[in-house]
T-cell receptor, first 111, second 115 residues
């Protein structure tokens, strides 16, 4: 089946550091999405990407849709304690296909 | 006003019992989903309904039965609960089946513990 490989599995960083995580696939995806899950809550959409090469920002977050359409990355600049949570990538091959989720990156921030 | 609400938030029950989790969305979305998140935090789709019709039914034991009385509601009934059913169950919705690339809106989850 379709799989997304997300890395790293977890990160423990100092407040103020930049963070980078990525997602790769052996299949082409037409849509990449990045979600954040806070403890005890459901995932919340952060950024959606629809075009190969697209670079989109949402505050301190920046995500890119890889040019091969088989990968995406998410960067967080100047991390703060409330960035703590699990970040999921998700991809959709085409309209009408279900979203496939990566296994998540657990982010911990030391203040 | 919560967009996707599921009840209960926590459910502790004994093996062998039957239980239901309810989900409602007030976004006017056509498509709803049930996901299971295991202890490793992996999100696995279980079911999807589009306008009350079942469109995704992943390899899930038939002890799990979804029911969609209308497009704003998708409930999950589980018979004969087993220890391995312990997980967090998330309901989600999207604009439509062919518009799911605009992202899903998730509920806050139901933590099911089977003892």
């Amino acid at each position: 089946g379709q799989q997304l490989n997300q890395s790293p599995q977890s990160m423990f960083i100092q407040e103020g550091e930049d963070v980078s995580m990525n997602c790769t696939s052996s299949s082409i995806f037409n849509t990449w999405l990045w979600y954040k899950q806070d403890p005890g809550e459901g995932p919340v959409l952060l950024i959606a990407l629809y075009k190969a090469g697209e670079l989109t920002s949402n505050g301190r977050l920046t995500a890119q849709f890889g040019i091969t359409r088989k990968d995406s990355f998410l960067n967080i600049s100047a991390s703060i304690p409330s960035d703590v949570g699990i970040y999921f990538c998700a991809g959709q091959r085409s309209e009408g296909n279900k979203l496939v989720f990566g296994a998540g990156t657990i982010l911990r921030v030391k203040s | 006003d919560t967009a996707v609400s599921q009840t209960p938030k926590y459910l502790v029950t004994q093996m062998g019992n039957d239980k239901s989790i309810k989900c409602e969305q007030n976004l006017g979305h056509d498509t709803m989903y049930w996901y299971k998140q295991d202890s490793k935090k992996f999100l696995k789709i279980m079911f999807s309904y589009n306008n009350k019709e079942l469109i995704i039914n992943e390899t899930v034991p038939n002890r799990f039965s979804p029911k969609s009385p209308d497009k704003a509601h998708l409930n999950l009934h589980i018979n004969s609960l087993e220890l391995g059913d312990s997980a967090v169950y998330f309901c989600a919705s999207s604009l439509g089946w062919t518009q799911s690339n605009y992202g899903y809106t998730f509920g806050s989850g139901t933590r099911l513990t089977v003892v």
